[in-house]
């Protein structure tokens, strides 16, 4: 049976806030980068943050946004540990492929060949995430190439030795977001092993899992600190959607936001701050909450900011945040 991408959104609407235009865009073209965000205030964050907008990537730096392509069908952005790549999504018209192209977004380069258009049956690769400095080079990534629903596959950074690791039955919706921990060992996986989604600890070694959550509305978007001491991730509540941080067991677990409509957490360089994007006016905006731990080890937030004004980012995509 030919799939489609509407099972992808299905996902998202379980999550409760979907993402509109997956169509194709047209192809990369390699132009000077073009600041055209316009900020609320000057956001002085350390490092790069990476965003999508529109299907482009976009480059937060220095208090000056860039536009990195002109593409229209790029999602899910990461930068590489080093700062020098991105690997990212590109949605096609019956499929979608993993790719890889320099910081500055010019030449990209396809991972996976899930598009072509003779095949019966298409298939879908989803959120890349390359691995810690301190590991053999990956990319781990999502796929249903050979299954229904999504499930966890690894790649060398050229595309080789593409394996699925990880597999989730049931076809309640597979694995839908994952992050690496920093000491190389762990994956934070947001998966519907039952009917509702939930984050767990997925063991690389052992290929044991271990929940991390069990929220009645479900959890998603899990991001690692850089320390790997903490977690956050995404709660659903009667509607609400705000972030929470926790540690990688899920105990010490506390919201930081609470305005119901956050997604996509991004742990500063530092660990000191935490950027999410908010859609309190109906659109996605770039907000950074400061994050403090108190004296029982929970996570204390003060000084949320917002970054952007009427941005429209996409936040299925979300953040990428780097020194």
């Known amino acids: 049976m030919k799939k489609t991408l509407s099972w992808a959104l299905l996902v998202l609407a379980g999550a409760g806030l979907i993402v509109a235009g997956c169509d194709a865009g047209p192809t990369l073209i390699v132009t000077t980068p073009t600041p055209v965000i316009n900020t609320r205030i000057p956001p002085q964050l ?12 976009w480059l937060l730096q220095g208090g000056t946004f860039t536009r990195l392509t002109h593409a229209g069908n790029l999602r899910q952005a990461r930068w590489s540990p080093d700062g020098q790549e991105i ?18 977004g010019s030449s990209l380069q396809l991972l996976t060949h899930y598009q072509a258009p003779a095949r019966p049956d298409n298939h879908w690769a989803f ?13 781990a990534y999502l796929s249903d190439f050979g299954t229904t629903d ?3 596959w690894m790649m060398t950074p050229s595309g080789q030795n593409q394996r699925q690791v990880a597999t989730v039955t049931g076809l309640h919706g597979g694995i839908v977001g994952l992050d690496w921990s920093p000491d190389g060992g762990k994956l934070l996986l947001a998966a519907y092993r039952d009917k509702t989604c939930q984050v767990w600890l997925f063991d690389l070694t052992t ?19 850089p320390d790997g001491q903490h977690i956050a991730y995404v709660v659903r509540h009667e509607g609400r959607h705000d972030i929470w941080v926790a540690r990688p067991d899920g ?16 742990w500063a360089p530092d660990g000191g701050m935490i950027a999410y994007l908010s859609n309190p006016t109906g659109y996605f905006d770039l907000w950074v909450v400061d994050v403090t731990f108190g004296p029982d080890g929970t996570a204390v937030p003060s000084n949320h900011r917002q970054v952007t004004q009427g941005a429209h980012l996409d936040p299925d995509s979300g953040l990428s945040w780097i020194r």
């Open 251 to 266: 105990s010490q677990a506390a919201p930081i936001t609470a305005a119901g409509t956050c997604r996509a957490p991004a």
């Open 207 to 225: 290929s044991a899992w271990t929940p991390v959550t069990n929220e009645k509305g479900g959890a998603y978007d899990p991001a690692w600190s």
């Open 87 to 104: 690997a990212c999504v590109q949605i096609g018209q019956n499929g979608s492929d993993i790719a890889r192209l320099p910081a500055d």
């Open 150 to 152: 999504l499930q966890l």
């Open 127 to 139: 959120r890349p995430v390359w691995s810690p400095p301190t590991t053999t080079p990956q990319i």
């Open 46 to 57: 350390p490092g790069k943050v990476l965003l999508v907008k529109n299907g482009d990537l």
